[in-house]
Every structure is written in C-alpha cells, then in structure tokens.
C-alpha cells in the first residue's frame, strides 16, 4: 500500500470493502473485487487470503452496498450481469442475471440497482423485480449512480452526452430534471445529496431540484465514485492524463472542500460503502 491518504482512509473502508458485524460477534471489514473474489480484515490492516464468493462462477464485482442488513454485489462477466447478496459477507446467494451491473441504494424498501440503458427495482427480499427506463424521450440513456435521502430517490445519467437527473419516491414513476448537470456519482449524507462530476464540479443540494455549484476539484478529474460515512466523504476517479490507469482519491468533512488528490497504487479498486449505525 503506497498511498498515505488510502491508508488513512483505509481504517474505516477499503475500496470495496465494508464494516459488518458477524455472527462471532467480531468487527470485521468484507472487500469484493474482479474475478469474484473477497477477503475479510478485522483491522482493515491484515486481510486473509482471497476467497471466490462463487466458486463455479467467475464474476467481475464492480460495487458494493450494504443496508437492510444486507450486503448486495453486482458485477459482470462475459455472460451477462449480476447481482448477489449476503446476511454474513461471507454465504452469498447464487447469482442472479438481467439484474444490472452498476450501483445501488436501499431506500422505501426497496433496491434500485442501475445498469448501462435501464434501472432494476426490487423489494427488499429480492422475491420480486422490475425493469425501468426512466428516460421519457426513447433515448437511450447510462444511467450512472442513485442515492436515496429525503424521502426520495436521485438518479444521475447521461443522455447523449448532456446530463440528466431523475428523482422518484417509489423507484417506479420518475420525475425527469432537464438541467445542464453531469454527474458520475452521488451521496447521500443524512442532510444533502453530493453529486461529482467532469471538470472538477461537486454539487450540492437537499431536493435534487436546486443544486449549488462548486469548482471544487481539478478540472482534468473524473469522478467515478462518491461515498459518505464516518463523517467523511470519499470521492474516487481517474485523471484525464491517467485515464483508466490510475486511481485518485480525496476526502472531504463538508462536501465543498477536498484535500488534495492521491493517486492509489498496488490496489484494484472498484468502490467502497460504509455501514451507517
């Protein structure tokens, strides 16, 4: 581990890696990564040696949540897209497919999981689903990353290289926002949603309606992910110059103001979660 940010960062998350609390009663971090693998710490320090969460089943884990008591995975392969979930971080379901790739929240019982052209909405047990496309011009539209706060769902995408935000209550029915925004990724932290995206902008706002602007990053930084917990928001993307290569991350206490970026060595990062007490 190379980067003196990630390790600090790393006490309490660890790219995918999320705090539960097992059934032996010890707190430990759960970490998921490509080619299906996991591996657990209880010092976010020492990991053990990498385990497959499927055996017969090479899967690409591209993102984590855990909420409902739950941690929930989707990923990837050359098959197709899946999701898995977990009570323990350690006995996960079997795979199931057409369930999207991207990320998810849990809000009003339910589980928005995004995907390249749609959204996937399950209840909360994963006993019933249903495909959406937000989008109400028939454009095709990559949906990036959701959150959930204020009684309502915040949805970011892309649509033809102009920005799109939805907001919905019930995950079903939603509400499309035509803004000039761009985001990659969104947070909710209990009072405001933050939003990242290209040029370096963070965005702020409590409705999903009336965003703030702030130039708050490096102009050549594109986010990819943006988390919330333990009273820090984490933010991780690449550099135009690096441009899937490496990995930068910052940390911020308010959501406006960064440190400065690090770039992460020796790690695969694909996204980190908190679990919120």
Known sequence: MKSTLFHEIITFTLSSYSYIRSCIGKSQYIAVGNGGYFTSSLDGETWSEPVQTHKNNRIDWLNIEYANEMFLISGENQTGHYISYSKDGANWSEPVTDSGNGRMVFGNN????????????????????????????????????????????????????????????????????????????????????????????I???????????????????????????NGNYIIMGTLNRYWFVNQFVAISKDGINWTDLEKVTDESINDFCFITE
């Open 110 to 201: 339910l589980w928005i999981i995004c995907d390249s052209y749609c959204i996937y909405v399950w209840n909360r047990d994963f006993t019933h689903k249903e495909q959406v496309e937000p989008s109400y011009d028939n454009a095709r539209v990559d949906y990036y990353d959701v959150a959930f706060g204020n009684g309502r769902f915040v949805l970011v995408s892309s649509c033809a290289n102009d920005g799109d935000i939805f907001t919905s209550t019930d995950g079903l029915n939603w509400k499309r926002l035509f803004t000039e925004i761009s985001c990659q990724c969104i947070t909710f932290d209990r009072k405001q949603f933050v939003a990242g995206g290209g040029g370096g902008r």
């Open 203 to 229: 965005w702020t706002f409590t409705d999903g309606e009336n965003w703030t602007e702030h130039r708050a990053l490096p102009s050549n930084f594109l986010p990819s992910k943006i988390k919330y917990g």
